[in-house]
Nanobody
């Protein structure tokens, strides 16, 4: 299993970024795909997760801190999960990681066995 994130960068507060995570070596539809983030010096925290589609086409969840600002979705044909981040705040600055586990989704870091290398998001 390989997960490769992209789309991070530096933006001003109020701006947007769209993260992508391309998965390979797995039957993508069997997996819950999650996004986590880690602030410097802190433990990872769950941001969002989705399986079998998002945006009304499947089951997704969000951390309270990002509800209404972030949207998770997945394209099963492309084995890719996305995280659209709008109205970004300085406190969203973190390394963002894509993770996978056989469904169902949880918000617990240790439940996920597959991780990407991370992509940095910096909001100033």
């Amino acid at each position: 299993v390989q997960l490769v994130e992209s789309g991070g960068g530096s933006v001003q507060a109020g701006g947007s970024l769209n993260l992508s995570c391309a998965a390979s070596g797995m039957t993508f539809t069997y997996f819950c795909m999650g996004w986590f983030r880690r602030h410097p010096g802190n433990a990872s925290e769950s941001v969002a997760g989705v399986y079998n589609g998002g945006g009304g086409g499947g089951t997704s969840y969000y951390a309270d801190s990002v509800k209404g600002r972030f949207t998770i979705s997945r394209d099963n044909a492309k084995n890719t999960v996305y995280l659209q981040m709008n109205s970004l705040r300085p406190e969203d600055t973190a390394m963002y990681y894509c993770a996978a586990r056989v469904r169902p989704c949880t918000m617990v870091t240790r439940d996920y066995g597959y991780w990407g290398q991370g992509t940095q998001v910096t909001v100033s």
